[in-house]
């Protein structure tokens, strides 16, 4: 019997290990980990890389954010206004009062700042990230206000702990900051110290003192619009001060109570039945010193600088020099018993002096920026320029005849008219009567707009009088004017801060336009023509010289606006009262010394003072008509120290120049023998024509 015969099981071969690249070495000892323990690796190194930082962090506040410091009152705000080249120009301090308690308030003052600063701050972290995307889709298709993304709690932190600089370091310090105070202070706390502290205008910093100052009241009192129109002015506090703007602080009181209405505080019936705040204020005297530069300056100041306390150095565009020449050259002027002021600015309008008055102690009223006056005939320079838009030149003819027709009938000073001359000759002796006749051809309308173009934001009237500079204009937009046409670009606005750097949609909205290369030869042609050998002769440089007198009805007020060696100034006498001048004085006379004096040390050129006896003359050019029998008709004759210019009609001037004597050679020995004087040509010598009837 045979056994079955079964195949062997073959033997396994070992499984042959992976292939090594050479070189590679041995194969580990160690199991590989698993996946899921290589993430909790990963995780855990994350964790604490995060600690670490968190830890440096805390450190980082612990220095520069103490906890003491945001419990503490905190320090009053102190300005110190300093000049281009680090001179104290003057310093000012706060009106401050107690904090105020949340508990104590009605519940409508708190609701009243978060309805229009942050309606989520009882919810948020100290930042929020819905108010931040709110804000930043309003400013992408809104074309009129801008709105922040900034908490409470961040206005606080930057207000204890940082500067006003607006750079992406100084607003990620801000947000951890509002994280730390978030994390120590209660919301009431916060909300507290906020209250107590921000900026309302008027140099007042905390509710108490805004609602002492403007409501005469404690702000455990404060009805409904009294604190709409505190919470309302945190926007833009100086700007919207109701001492000094009302109708804008009660239409943003009135954006408040709206806000209001939409986070739920109150009810459309209980807005519509409220009536706006009536001021009652309490004035508390500032024990600080200041100049009249100082006081224009100061609320830019501290809305640039906002919410932020303890002592700051704000530098201006002030020039501590050229100020000191301003004030010496108003302080010797022969004013009399009358009042100056002077503004000279860059033509960037960066303004480096301003004078408002003889004694800023006597009267802080500043002239160059408060008072409205007359600028008389500096105002043609936007008629000349309107009529150059027309399409006309300096060289085309106007009448400088009596206007017999119509209801205005202006009249030349003194009486005089030279006949058919040109707009040059117009424009260089002032001629009342060229001026409106040319107003009446391009239209008061076209003269406003030129106005408007180059800055004048003052009521114009609109009618031929505005031609005379009928309308009244503070002296510092007439500067601006005049810095435009020496800048080459319009508008120019003054300012006494550095420009802040703007981002491109700001560049772009803020743009200037420039004048055409036509225009901008002609009007200067004409400026020069009448600081050189015009009406503002006397304040005629070495260096080239553009300018305008003006003088107004009895001599009422009197003006010089003009540029030299890249500084445009405008100086102004007068009585505060509006009554006239003595003796008749003109925008030619001590305007257009005082002028030229300042000028000659601010740009480094030596002057001497006008001759006794032209001082007061406020001489134009000499311009005679005369008839002829050949059939030219009228032919018009002018007189410089130059020679003579003869137009005899159709654009056509014939010029003689007069030879000057010669002086000795250099280095000649002795004097040398005179020569003969130049025969004189006697032309009638005109006064001033550029004062109103």
Not at 260 to 287: F, I, W
Request: hydrophobic share 40%; glycine share 8%.
């Amino acid at each position: 019997m045979s056994e079955a015969m079964n195949d062997p099981q073959p033997n396994p071969e070992p499984e042959t290990p992976p292939s090594r690249a050479f070189g590679a070495g041995p194969p580990s000892a160690f199991v590989p980990p698993r996946p899921w323990k290589r993430r909790v690796q990963i995780a855990g190194w994350g964790i604490a890389a995060l600690l670490a930082l968190l830890m440096i962090v805390i450190a980082w506040l612990a220095v520069t954010a103490p906890l003491s410091r945001s419990l503490k009152p905190i320090a009053p705000p102190s300005i110190s206004l300093m000049s281009a080249d680090s001179h104290l120009i003057a310093r000012r301090g706060a009106i401050i009062d107690r904090p105020v308690t949340v508990a104590a308030l009605p519940k409508h003052v708190p609701q009243a700042f978060m309805a229009i600063e942050d309606r989520r701050f009882y919810s948020h972290w100290g930042v929020d990230p819905r108010g931040i995307a709110r804000a930043a889709w309003h400013n992408l298709w809104s074309s009129g206000s801008s709105q922040g993304g900034s908490t409470i709690t961040q206005q606080l932190a930057k207000g204890v702990f940082l500067s006003a600089d607006r750079t992406f370091g100084r607003k990620a310090r801000e947000a951890l900051i509002a994280f730390w105070l978030e994390a120590w202070l209660t919301k009431d706390q916060i909300m507290e110290r906020y209250l107590s502290n921000v900026y309302f205008g008027d140099n007042v910093y905390g509710l108490r003192a805004a609602s002492l100052h403007y409501f005469n009241r404690q702000p455990e009192r404060l009805t409904i619009p009294q604190a709409a129109m505190l919470a309302g002015l945190l926007k833009a506090p100086s700007r919207l001060a109701p001492t000094t703007n009302l109708k804008g602080a009660q239409e943003r009181a009135a954006l408040v109570t709206q806000a209001m209405v939409e986070a739920g505080y109150m009810s459309k019936a209980q807005r519509n039945a409220l009536r706006p705040a009536r001021l009652n204020v309490h004035e508390t005297p500032d024990p600080t010193s200041g100049t009249y530069f100082a006081d224009w300056v100061l609320p830019q100041a501290r809305d640039r600088a906002g919410a932020v306390y303890g002592a700051q150095n704000v530098t201006t565009t002030l020039d501590w020099r050229i100020q000191r020449l301003a004030e010496a050259a108003i302080r010797r002027a022969p004013l009399g018993k009358a009042q100056a002021a002077l503004v000279a600015m860059k033509p960037d309008g960066s303004v480096v002096a301003m004078v408002g008055g003889k004694n800023y102690r006597e009267s802080a009223f500043n002239r160059a920026v408060q008072a409205k006056r007359q600028p008389g005939s500096t105002f043609k320079l936007f008629v000349y320029l309107a009529a150059f838009r027309a399409g006309m030149t300096p060289d085309d003819f106007v009448e400088d005849t009596p206007i017999i027709t119509g209801t205005y009938r202006p009249a030349n000073h003194g009486g005089k008219y030279r006949g058919r001359i040109t707009l040059r000759q117009a424009f260089a002796a002032s001629s009342n009567v060229a001026a409106v006749r040319l107003t009446q051809k391009v239209g008061v309308d076209n003269v406003i707009k030129v106005a408007r173009d180059l800055g004048v934001t003052a009521p114009l009237t609109e009618d031929l009088s505005l031609a005379l500079g009928t309308s009244e204009i503070p002296l510092v937009e007439l500067t601006e004017a005049y810095a435009a046409v020496a800048s080459g670009a319009y508008p120019v606005l003054a300012h006494g801060l550095p420009p802040e750097e703007q981002g491109w949609f700001g560049r772009l909205m803020s743009r200037q336009r420039r004048f055409s290369d036509d225009h901008l030869e002609m009007i200067r042609d004409l400026l020069s023509s009448a600081a050189n050998r015009g009406t503002g002769s006397a304040a005629a440089l070495r260096t080239s010289t553009f300018g305008k007198t003006g003088t107004t009805q009895d001599s009422r007020d009197a003006i010089f606006v003009g540029y030299a060696g890249g500084l445009v100034t405008a100086v102004w006498i007068g009585n505060d009262d509006n009554s006239p001048l003595p003796g008749g004085a003109a925008g030619g006379g001590v305007p257009a010394r005082i002028w030229r004096n300042f000028m000659a040390g601010a740009i480094d050129e030596p002057v001497e003072d006008a001759p006794e006896e032209t001082k007061d003359s406020d001489l134009v050019n000499a311009i005679a008509n005369v008839a002829t029998d050949a059939g030219l008709g009228n032919m018009s004759v002018s007189l410089d120290t130059q020679g003579v210019t003869v137009n005899v009609g159709n654009g056509q001037q014939l010029r003689l120049p007069v030879d000057q004597p010669q002086g000795p050679p250099p280095g000649a020995p002795g004097p040398q023998p005179a020569a003969p004087p130049p025969p004189r040509i006697i032309v009638p010598a005109d006064p001033a024509g550029d004062q109103k009837p």
